[in-house]
């Protein structure tokens, strides 16, 4: 129920001594927490300013949000998988397969290790030899999940977990400033060392039940979902017509980004006021505030109210809306770049296509090969580019192209130089992609290892399926480019 996160791995556990008695034990004096929805509340600083840490958590599950001037966002672990969860509460998955580290802190934070219910689901706890800590003598337990197991020491006096070590001995967290909170005995302090990781100023017990984060959920209306593209600045980008809170305007579907955005202009035009912080970054980066609009409806797809955050420099380059991880997480969304057209479906009516996705953070990322190269890369549809790498990537791989020139590019948050070439073959999936444009940008920050825009994308007809995790491409008819496999 604290609000960090495990890095490492241990090894396997050592022989069971008294271990029945004395999880039983852990269970009477800890009141069982793990079986009610305890919410709690912490300050901290950061960059100069106060970040207000609320944590929900019933169980393994674990929803942290981190508030800064009022836009929050944070972390959601449902007993398998870790989310990030952005300022509208939509969660994606940062990785497709079971996160077994955070499974085993969380239930030893929440004490649940010492219940028949985490053995039955798997985990396992084995008894090992006992610490020596000056006159004290801490209990010593294994407790594992999958592929992760951590030690946990237990003092004898209160039948608390007081420290959680990895098996070569360094240290993950020390709990203490134990306080009832109705039956349960709870820590308010975590901290490694001399390093406080958390300090609570309040933990209560819930009366309502605990919800996980469920994000923009659209209500679909009948009708046809194709919608045709509008022209725009940048030709290669998606940008559609939509209405928010009835004025219609253009939106830019952007794979690329983790929210919802709204341009300085279209703010001023809906009389909406902007509020908090929060830091854009694209090529540059600068901070900006925060917007909450009425209904968005993008085709046969409505989004309730929602917040947005301001961008100042999208309404020149032709769209005064983006359209992000908001928008995709819970639609089936396809692009046909040749018929210039966007298909929006409910994804629960339709079967997934077949690649799959991870994100990282919220853009979708693939596995692709550049050249002899294996790199997995973001798909972001807000960049009109081919393929778009970190300069520090070309760097590292300098036969991956020829440079051929060198040009500005600009986009959100300023302008940055890249090199620019062209590489013999991409492959994603069963597909070959020939003689394909590629750049390497001196920004800042660009996710994964690279980016693979618009200018890719415009070769085939592409499903964004988020809530299956899923890809599907279709190729151009007669595109010398593409090689089907």
Not at 201 to 227: D, K, M, N
Request: charge should be negative; glycine fraction near 10%; include cysteine.
């Amino acid at each position: 129920m604290f609000a960090f996160a495990l890095n490492g791995r241990t090894s396997a556990a050592t022989p069971r001594q008294g271990l029945e008695t004395l999880l039983a034990h852990v269970r009477s004096a800890s009141g069982e927490p793990y079986t009610a929805h305890i919410v709690s509340e912490a300050q901290q600083s950061e960059d100069g300013g106060t970040v207000t840490v609320h944590v929900d958590a019933e169980g393994d599950r674990i929803l942290i949000r981190r508030c800064r001037a009022g836009v929050c966002g944070g972390e959601y672990f449902d007993g398998m998988r870790s989310f990030a969860v952005n300022l509208n509460e939509t969660a994606l998955p940062s990785t497709l397969h079971p996160n077994d580290d955070e499974r085993v802190l969380q239930a030893v934070i929440s004490c649940s290790f010492a219940s028949s219910e985490f053995r039955a689901a798997g985990g396992s706890v084995a008894a090992a030899p006992s610490v020596h800590r000056g006159s004290t003598t801490l209990r010593r337990v294994t407790v594992q999940s999958g592929d992760a197991d951590l030690s946990v020491l237990i003092d004898p006096k209160s039948w608390m977990p007081v420290e959680v070590d990895t098996s070569d001995g360094h240290v993950v967290v020390q709990f203490g400033d134990f306080r009832k909170v109705g039956r349960f005995l709870l820590p308010f302090e975590a901290r490694r060392g001399d390093t406080v990781l958390e300090r609570y100023t309040t933990r209560r017990v819930a009366t309502q039940a605990f919800a996980p984060p469920a994000g923009l959920v659209p209500h679909f209306l009948p009708g046809t979902p194709s919608l045709g593209l509008v022209a725009a600045n940048k030709p290669l980008q998606p940008v559609v017509s939509c209405t928010v809170g009835g004025v219609a305007v253009n939106c830019l579907i952007d794979s690329g980004n983790s929210s919802l955005g709204m341009s300085l202009e279209l703010a001023e035009r809906l009389g909406l006021s902007v509020t908090g912080e929060y830091e854009v970054s694209g090529i540059g980066r600068y901070v900006t505030g925060i917007v909450n609009a009425p209904s968005l409806r993008v085709g046969p797809a409505t989004f309730g109210a929602a917040n947005y955050v301001v961008l100042h420099d999208v309404h020149d380059y032709g769209y005064d809306v983006v359209l992000g991880a908001d928008f995709l997480a819970h639609t089936r969304t396809t692009i046909d770049y040749a018929a210039r057209s966007v298909e929006i479906l409910n994804p629960q009516t339709s079967s997934p296509p077949a690649i799959p996705l991870r994100f990282d953070g919220f853009l979708p990322v693939v596995d692709v090969q550049l050249g002899a190269i294996d790199v997995p890369l973001a798909i972001d549809t807000g960049d009109e580019a081919t393929i778009n790498l970190p300069y520090a990537f070309y760097q590292d791989h300098p036969g991956l192209f020829e440079v051929r020139g060198r040009r500005q590019v600009g986009g959100i948050g300023g302008t940055a130089e890249q090199v620019v070439g062209e590489i013999p073959s991409v492959r994603l999936s069963t597909f070959e992609v020939r003689h394909q444009p590629i750049g390497a940008t001196q920004a800042r920050e660009l996710a994964a290892s690279g980016h693979l825009g618009s200018g890719f994308l415009s070769h085939f007809r592409v499903t964004f399926d988020y809530p299956h995790g899923r890809l599907g491409l279709s190729t151009r008819q007669n595109d010398p480019a593409v090689v089907s496999e």
